[in-house]
């Protein structure tokens, strides 16, 4: 009978991980599939493995090839398959036990090409945040494309999604041979859908080994495949969804140029990947370049210069001091606000102030720490500040809003960061039912506006009056 799920599963020298992964796929909930194992020209234990499952299970199919690449294993997996719908995976990693069913589920209820969900970092076997897929999957969306959830050209790994079969032909997609082949395959796939289902729901368990093809990524040979599957990528987006390149390029510079960094740390004779880091900058947008944050526009300045021992001690700096890296002000008459990195005070190298300007990056702290009934009144106490700004803010304004009504409230200063302020809940009459508080803060000449959190929760801090008629004297915010 044919299948409604095939997983293709290419494997090469991955003996001490393979069984955990096939295991994985054999306790799935869904069980109408086949997984479809290449043996790429293993030449350890794992073909053993691999056979052994096949005589256990009759949803196990092997088959074999020279050693060609992932890419090329993978593609003859596919002609081979024979299910509705098309899934990977790769041969050290793991596939919770419902992975499949989720995501399987979602495209038969809304009929949409493909369906990804959220990723978990295998690591010493311990589930970890994956920092690649970490801001994807907070907001889950049916019936979506990447061109309406931009935050999708983060999702550029095929494996952690089910396909439609039919739509996988259609497409054309196929994969090249190389390190890097599933990225410009990931990207293709989304554009080229007409709707994804976005779950959120983890789906994969990626692990990360101590060697792997793609952990030996500062080795030149590997930067440049990297660099080749940039290039498809952005092609590919020029053609067909121009307005995603900006967020691609940006994701290149926040992830990909790492390990650029790393190379020219460790390199003995820098030459050949800085004439490397030269290529993969001249390939980006220059919005992207523009709009980098200030501490990465510094190492971008000191690459192109060719200034190989200054960047080695800004990313020393990076590690040391990137979450405490201060933001200071310059000048009176108009002050500009700069990241204080090092070279920022050497006039010797004559780096331009628009580097290392930072103003863009700052960001107004507001949260409410308490709000107690004295009997009388309100009274709030809370903190503003301005993230990496080590200085007391000169002026704060406070008020309520529902949205229509504005209460000014007077506000006195508790030490550096402190506010205090107090209020009739009388006042609110004719408003509500929500009010939130909001700040207007000013420093230098630079004046920042933003709504209070609360201190205990993530969300906004409301203050919610209850009880008609009058006011409840009890009752105070409600964090959503």
Known sequence: MIPLLSVVVPIHNVEPYLTECLKSLAVQTLEDFEVIMVDDGSSDGSRRIAEDFVAADRRFVLIGQRNLGPGPARNAGIEQARGAYLAFADADDVVPPEGY????????????????????????GVLEESILHEKVFRRPKLC????????LIRDRTIWNKVYRRAFWDRAGLEFAAGIYEDVPVAMQAHVLATSVDMVGDVVYHWRRREWSITQSRNELPNLQERLAAIRAVRAFLDERAPELLDGFDALVLEKDIVFLFQALESAEEPGPVLDLARAWVAELGQRALDTAPSLRRLELHLIGRGLVAELRKVREFRRAREDAARVVPRGWRTTGWYGDYPFFRDRRLKIPDSVFDAREELKLLAKVESCEWTGAEYRLRGQVSIHRVDRRIGRVDLWLSDGHRRIPLETQRAGRHGIVTTFDPERLAGGGPTWRLQVRAEIRGLVMKGWFRDAEARGSWRFTPSGVPGWSRSGMDMPQ
Request: charged residues 30%; aromatic residues 0%.
């Open 144 to 151: 979506t494309h990447i061109t309406d959830k931009q935050v």
């Open 101 to 124: 069913e989720r995501l399987v589920a979602k495209l038969a209820e809304t009929g949409s090409d493909l369906a990804c969900g959220a990723v978990r970092r295998l690591v010493d």
